[in-house]
C-alpha cells in the first residue's frame, strides 16, 4: 500500500446559497489552499477535516493500493482525482496523488 498526498487546491464559497438556507455559523472550515497532507493507507491525516475525509478516503483508498483510471480517463494522471468536500455552500477541492513511498 502507498501513501496518498492530498492538496487543497480551491476553497469556493457560495455566499447566495448561505444567505438564503445556512443558519449562521462563526467557523465552518479549517483548510486554506496549499495545505498538503499525506495520508497514510486508510488513517485519516491528522487535523484534515473528518467530513471532507468520508468524501475523499474511497479515492484514497483506491490510490493506495495501486488502482486509478478514474471514470475511464478522466484524469490526465491517472493514478490522481480531483475530489471535493460535501459541503455545498463552501466546497474543498482536493488533488489526490499516489506517492512512490510505502504506507507505514
Known amino acids: 500500500m502507498k501513501k496518498v498526498r492530498?492538496?487543497?487546491?480551491r476553497i469556493s464559497?457560495?455566499?447566495?446559497?448561505?444567505?438564503?438556507?445556512?443558519?449562521?455559523?462563526?467557523?465552518a472550515c479549517d483548510m486554506k489552499e496549499g495545505m498538503i497532507f499525506t495520508a497514510?493507507?486508510?488513517e485519516r491525516p491528522e487535523g484534515f477535516c473528518e467530513s471532507a475525509?468520508?468524501?475523499?478516503?474511497?479515492?484514497?483508498m483506491t490510490l493506495a493500493h495501486g488502482g486509478g483510471n478514474?471514470?475511464?480517463?478522466?484524469?490526465?494522471?491517472?493514478?490522481?482525482?480531483?475530489?471535493?468536500c460535501n459541503d455545498g455552500f463552501r466546497p474543498v477541492s482536493f488533488l489526490l496523488e499516489a506517492l512512490e513511498e510505502d504506507a507505514e
Open 40 to 42: 497514510n493507507g486508510r
Open 70 to 84: 478514474f471514470y475511464d480517463g478522466w484524469m490526465k494522471n491517472e493514478k490522481s482525482a480531483m475530489i471535493s
Open 13 to 27: 464559497e457560495y455566499r447566495d446559497l448561505m444567505a438564503r438556507y445556512e443558519n449562521p455559523i462563526e467557523h
Open 53 to 60: 475525509w468520508e468524501t475523499v478516503s474511497p479515492f484514497v
Open 6 to 9: 492530498i492538496t487543497v487546491m
